[in-house]
């Protein structure tokens, strides 16, 4: 793994002036080339504009998101605001970040998730990063009877919070290596303290772990919404419809 971007960015502002890229370099080589010079292994996916006027967007391999001016000398990792008349300010930053998570999400197979659907219409999706063996994962899982009778299906992730070598994934692996039909009732025995069928398979789940710590899951369980909201920690089924704009 290389240095955080933090730490990285840091020796970049201690490093004194550096070259100027080649004039008719593109602006993206230009940044990813500056980044390159602190370490090679920074992956930077994407450049823009951002939306304030001379400075351009760079969102990382790993999900980070920071800010340049056009010849990669300056850097800023933060909140980017925007002072809007009417909402007051508004965060660039985590709306950018909204967009990236909803795609990531987007991407994960219907196959490869663990849905608890509502019998009715389904009025909101919500995927949960989870841990079979975390208490507050386990006190949201009773919650999901009472989500799916207000419309609201709940699609399950993998994120065993001590890697591939804890005790959660090898309970986690054995649910996702279950029979398609069998998955949800597995996965209900096993955060109910149950023991199942030990299996191995090519199995999603450390996928799914990195896919939430690329989208900044960094505890469990970890809930995101359809516009693509991170909200950390277990909430009751009341106050996840209220937030979903459910509530009656």
Known sequence: ??????????VLGFSGTLQAAEADAGITEIISQQLMKVDARIPVESVTEAQMPGIYEVVLGTGEVLY????????????LYKLSDDKGFVNLTEARLNTQRVA?????????RISFKPEGE??????????????????????????NAMGIQVDYLAFPRGGERSEA?????????????QRAENLTKVKGGETITALACDSPVMDQFALGQKVGV?????LVFEDGSLVPGYMPAARLAQMLGLAQ
């Open 1 to 10: 793994m290389y240095k955080s971007i933090l730490s990285a960015l840091m």
């Open 68 to 79: 340049a001016d056009p010849k990669g000398e300056y850097f800023m990792l933060g909140q």
């Open 104 to 112: 990531l999400i987007e991407g994960v197979d219907a196959k490869d």
């Open 122 to 147: 389904v009025k909101a999706t919500i995927a949960v990063f989870t841990d079979v063996d975390c208490p507050y994962c386990r006190k949201l899982h009773d919650e999901v009877p009472k989500l």
């Open 169 to 181: 994934f090898t309970k986690m692996q054995s649910v996702w290596c279950s029979a398609p039909d």
């Open 218 to 222: 960094t505890g469990t369980p970890a």
